[in-house]
């Protein structure tokens, strides 16, 4: 560009038909640079076609750039919430479950809870209460998972306590729950059931949180709930519940090394309402797992009437090609089950499907979270 004109008059506006055109933060920059390239005919500019395509990717990735810098982030707690520090000035508190045990279970103001960066060895119980409750880890961009900095973490197992909800590392029992920018881990490791979470409660979205365990790693137990741009690690039955209606959208779902393992187990025992859906998620090996070909499945039959769909996802080549596997040999409970697929890639994504359901279309999200989810309080449509 000429000395006499900003840089931004070449890249960032244009002339079409006399009217001036101007970027915003909805347009697509590949896209708009590309055609801003294409159509200048600015004289004081002579750029060699050869190199429009390198201008191209060095704009592009300042484009990028710039959108990692506009990221949003949440560093600072948002007004009236209590907050959690690792040291923790007056007024606030160095365990989560304190926090969460000065609010009030009657009130009906929505409460929020926030949590400074660290990591907090506890288990956090979330006792029914009238009043939606949100908690936030500290994060510098909240859409990744991959930017958390806040860990809760335990390894309790049922070597220890009597039921797989005693050994969560973080037991949300209230409806209207929302979860953003946590660690959820349970670090028992492999031999015994240990949640990470059991999501106990109807109305629960959780934000691009990470759920780490082997066994059991998620209980989505009842009600609608709701999972995006998540992490999920496990080895054994690691995706499972009885009544839940859970929808996983943007996830990343990573498998341990081991020789033999499953996604889901899924404990519908009746033609009731109970469904997982994976969708848009990736399905492949922890970075740095050694896993054999075909060592896991997408999910098992907990219950009779079992019912999981995986949709428009990227199936890596870690799951069989039978895809689906029964319960136990003499008691396949594979009979009534829905065990769908559609529209997936990847090495995974096919092969024998002895169990498999034909779909012949995908799983709408008002099928499992219902017409109404858009304007439901736990619903965070940004992630979507």
Same mark, same amino acid.
């Given at each position: ?27 697509? +920059? ?37 959108? %990692? ?8 707690? +948002? ?31 929505? =409460? ?43 390894? %309790? ?35 015994? =059931? ?16 990470? $759920? ?25 039955? $690691?995706? $499972?519940? =009885?009544?839940? %209606?859970?929808? $996983? ?10 020789? %033999? ?39 098992? +039959? ?83």
């Amino acid at each position: 560009p000429s000395s006499e004109e900003p840089y931004e008059h070449h890249y960032v506006r244009r002339q079409r038909g006399g009217k001036q055109v101007r970027t915003s933060n909805q347009y697509r +920059p590949r896209k708009y640079i590309r055609e801003c390239l294409a159509s200048y005919q600015d004289p004081k500019l002579d750029i060699p076609s050869s190199l429009l395509p390198i201008m191209l990717s060095y704009i592009l990735a300042l484009c990028l750039n710039l959108c %990692l810098v506009l990221a949003a982030s949440r560093t600072t707690a +948002p007004s009236g919430a209590l907050v959690v520090s690792k040291a923790p000035a007056k007024g606030q508190y160095s365990k989560i479950q304190d926090a969460v045990n000065a609010l009030s279970t009657s009130s009906t103001t929505a =409460q929020s809870i926030f949590i400074e960066a660290g990591t907090y060895s506890e288990q956090v119980y979330i006792a029914p209460r009238k009043a939606a409750l949100t908690i936030y880890g500290y994060s510098e961009n909240t859409a990744d998972y991959a930017h958390n900095v806040v860990t809760i973490t335990q390894k %309790l197992s049922q070597n220890e306590v009597a039921t797989n909800d005693l050994t969560a590392t973080l037991r949300a029992w209230s409806t209207n729950f929302k979860l953003y920018n946590v660690n959820v881990v349970n670090s028992y490791g492999s031999g015994k =059931q240990a949640l990470a979470l059991n999501a106990a409660a109807a109305n629960q979205g959780y934000y691009a949180c990470k $759920f780490i365990g082997f066994q059991d790693t998620i209980l989505a137990q009842t009600g609608t709930q709701l999972y995006a741009k998540s992490y999920i690690e496990g080895a054994t039955d $690691f995706i $499972f519940g =009885q009544h839940g %209606l859970a929808w $996983f959208t943007g996830c990343d779902i990573r498998v341990l090394s081991a020789s %033999l393992g499953y996604i889901t187990a899924s404990g519908r025992a009746s033609s009731e309402a109970g469904y997982y859906v994976l969708d848009h998620c990736s399905i492949a090996a922890k970075s740095g797992a050694t896993v054999a070909k075909g060592a896991y499945y997408l999910g098992r +039959p907990w219950g009779a009437y079992a019912r999981v769909a995986v949709q428009s996802s990227t199936i890596s080549e870690v799951i069989n090609a039978a895809g689906w596997h029964i319960w136990n040999t003499g008691d396949e409970r594979t009979d009534h089950v829905t065990f769908g697929e559609i529209s997936n890639t990847g090495a995974g994504a096919s092969g024998t499907r002895k169990f498999e359901t034909k779909l012949s279309k995908a799983v709408a999200i008002t099928d499992v979270l219902g017409s109404a989810y858009a304007s439901a309080a736990y619903v965070d449509k940004t992630y979507l």
